[in-house]
């Protein structure tokens, strides 16, 4: 019987009975197999996924050949068993047998997915050593090696000894520069890729895609998607997710919904980028949407990079992101620290802290994105002193701060503010030369704006190297916050002349500066373009700048006429603008309204209650007085106490008025006081 024959004919696990029924007819048959035959029986196994069944083959041999080593070496690789493939290789090299390329190629391929560059660098050198040339299956595994292990350069200089690289060669190439973050250069390759006049393939064009998508390059990206239909390309789901992630990063939505409608039957992942799109353009209901439906769709289970997203839709409390809460932990995603990370992120920006809390502890692992998120999320939530308590426990525990954990440092540094402790931060980030990042770079100037430190704010800014409207609106929002209104226009020309299209964020330090400004008919001119120029539609705190500019002119009429022609329902924050100028402008009858107005919103609202009693004191109506008197004492409204804080010798010294007078802050301040009244300084009425 011919037993290789029926041997060879097995080729998947489906005929895993029918193999070893043959195997044990060879056992039966006391028949001794040769060399060859065990080859074949190591072989069926590998394909028929019994890896430990042609291991124990291979073990029993008592002769082994080169194809022996190199099917056993082979199969441990493309089974992702990388480790057993490398000792296996290492014990082939052991035994004096000389590896063929089949075997340097799965070597190569188990040392790329284990990123393990210096067992990499040992095969790379006994190929130079014992092989005069190297074939192209073997050039493409060192490309796609050393591009894995973040070695672009290393890459880049087998590639240049390649003397005619093949398509397979160049998309490993430009795969490389793409995963190794260098997508300027991934971008560079493609373009001489393309004058090399090698065709295009569905790998290529998804790495391009994804590197548009990085750099925000629309005009390429559109280009590669041009070329991709016109040269047949098949649109797989890679191609597909790569336009819909290019498409919705650019921020053009309608085209990325296009993208991913045209697609037969979508990737998850495709799913999942168009719901990050929606995200980012703060286009909540319809992210939510979108995951209904296919979580309805039954084709695709959402997986924890799905959940993680739409979590991202969510800006507050609301019963369908508790539901999705329940659902991760129906689908068993509950353990995932990404999702436990997005989940403790949306209970933080609900305010729900006790929440948030129970999440993080009850999270298997923390990283540095979870402890990220507990810091920003209690210092967004004015805890301070409990998001350093979390920073100095991050540190004992061994993380190592990250980019995002050095832009929350800074941010608690300028709310506090506290100067020093920001520029040692400063020095820091310096030293680990993060100080060219976008995002570091931004916590830079909004720290130094927010202590006060505009000049400082400026160096950094003026020498950062790439600035996106974030870094723009940062300076702009300081100065204007400083009342520095013409620097603040100074950088919006700028911001404009660079190219650089604004936001809604821009039009609040634009409108605040012409408001510091007095620039009434430019706040009306940059308010109208809003809606004309740019399609942005004003909210309501564009609406409070606008009052707040009325005001400082002393038109809280025209404020208030303003406000009545505006289409959406004024908030507190434009009524406390209105009530503070007409205190200021002693127009009470208005600033009366513009108080009820606010207590109609609010009814709890201690400064509304104060402001207006001191309208009436200003106006001696002291029956109204006392009616305000006795309504907040029956509420037990208090206003809150204000504390002062200063940082000194890298101790911060906090202080109210309420405290004991056992320091010398108060002989200070005593002494200050004296001196305003000397100078003829009258206070407002007061309760």
Not at 175 to 190: D, P, T, Y
Not at 205 to 218: D, F, I, Q, R, T
Not at 386 to 392: G, I, N, S, T
Not at 557 to 580: E, H, T
């Amino acid at each position: 019987m011919n037993f290789v024959h029926l041997i060879r004919s097995f080729t998947n696990a489906t005929a895993s009975p029918k193999a070893r029924a043959v195997h044990a007819m060879l056992i039966k048959s006391w028949s001794t197999p040769d060399v060859y035959t065990h080859n074949h029986l190591i072989t069926m196994y590998c394909k028929t996924d019994r890896i430990k069944d042609a291991r124990k083959v291979f073990d029993k041999m008592p002769q082994r050949n080169i194809i022996s080593w190199t099917t056993l070496v082979s199969s441990y690789s493309q089974l992702g068993m990388a480790f057993e493939a490398l000792t296996c290789f290492r014990s082939m090299v052991n035994d004096g047998f000389v590896p063929n390329y089949y075997t340097y190629v799965s070597a190569l391929s188990s040392c790329a997915t284990l990123r393990d560059l210096r067992t990499g660098k040992e095969v790379h050198a006994r190929m130079l050593k014992f092989e005069e040339k190297l074939n192209s299956f073997v050039e493409n595994s060192l490309v796609n090696f050393y591009g894995k292990c973040g070695m672009l350069k290393n890459a880049l200089s087998v590639f240049d000894s390649i003397l005619d690289p093949n398509e397979v060669t160049w998309t490993s190439l430009v795969s490389c520069a793409c995963q190794c973050g260098e997508n300027l250069e991934g971008l560079k390759i493609f373009v001489r890729s393309h004058k090399a006049a090698v065709k295009v393939n569905e790998f290529a064009c998804a790495s391009v895609l994804g590197a548009c998508a990085a750099l925000e390059n629309m005009k390429l990206g559109t280009q590669v998607h041009s070329y991709a239909v016109k040269s047949g390309t098949r649109m797989d789901q890679f191609v597909v997710t790569g336009l819909v992630n290019l498409y919705a990063k650019c921020g053009i939505i309608n085209s990325a919904h296009r993208a991913f409608s045209e697609a037969k039957n979508p990737h998850l992942t495709a799913w999942t980028a168009l719901i990050w799109g929606y995200v980012q353009q703060g286009k909540s209901k319809e992210a939510v949407n979108l995951f209904s439906r296919l979580h309805a769709s039954g084709d695709n289970k959402p997986n924890e990079r799905t959940f993680a997203t739409v979590f991202g839709a969510f800006v507050d409390a609301n019963e369908f992101g508790k539901q999705l809460h329940s659902l991760i932990i129906k689908f068993g995603y509950v353990s995932f620290t990404v999702i436990g990370n997005s989940v403790m992120d949306f209970y933080f920006k609900s305010s729900l802290i006790t929440e948030a809390l129970k999440v993080f502890e009850e999270m298997n692992e923390h990283d540095v994105v979870t402890w990220n998120a507990i810091i920003s999320g209690h210092m967004n939530s004015g805890f301070y002193e409990k998001a350093v308590e979390y920073l100095r426990e991050m540190l004992s525990k061994g993380f190592e701060l990250n980019l995002y954990s050095y832009s929350s440092i800074l941010n608690i540094c300028g709310d506090l503010p506290a100067i020093e402790w920001g520029k040692q931060t400063h020095c820091c980030i310096v030293k680990l030369k993060i100080d060219s990042n976008v995002v570091v770079g931004s916590a830079l100037i909004d720290m130094y704006a927010k202590c006060g430190r505009l000049s400082n704010a400026r160096v950094v800014f003026d020498t950062f190297s790439f600035k996106n409207i974030v870094s723009w609106n940062t300076m702009l929002v300081g100065y204007a916050h400083h009342g520095h209104g013409e620097k603040a226009l100074e950088i919006y020309n700028m911001m404009l002349d660079h190219g650089v299209k604004p936001n809604d964020i821009t039009f609040i330090g634009v409108l605040s500066a012409c408001g510091h400004s007095g620039l009434l008919q430019d706040g009306l001119y940059h308010f109208g373009s809003m809606t004309k120029n740019y399609g942005i539609t004003p909210r309501t705190d564009h609406l409070a700048c606008m009052v707040n500019l009325f005001s400082r002119k002393g038109l809280t009429k025209l404020a208030y006429d303003f406000i009545n022609n505006f289409p959406a329902k004024p908030d507190k924050v434009v009524w406390r603008c209105l009530l503070s100028g007409c205190k200021k402008n002693k127009d009470f009858d208005l600033g009366k309204y513009a108080a009820e107005k606010i207590l109609s919103i609010d009814p709890d609202d201690v400064s509304a209650h104060i402001t207006l009693s001191n309208i009436y004191a200003e106006s001696r109506k002291w029956d109204e007085i006392v009616k305000i008197r006795k309504l907040m004492k029956e509420k037990v409204l208090k206003k809150e106490t204000g504390y002062s804080w200063i940082e000194l010798m890298n101790r911060t010294y906090l202080f109210s008025s309420g405290q004991d007078e056992g320091n010398r802050v108060f002989e200070v301040l005593n002494g200050l006081t004296e001196q305003l009244f000397d100078e003829g300084y009258v206070p407002d009425g007061v309760i």
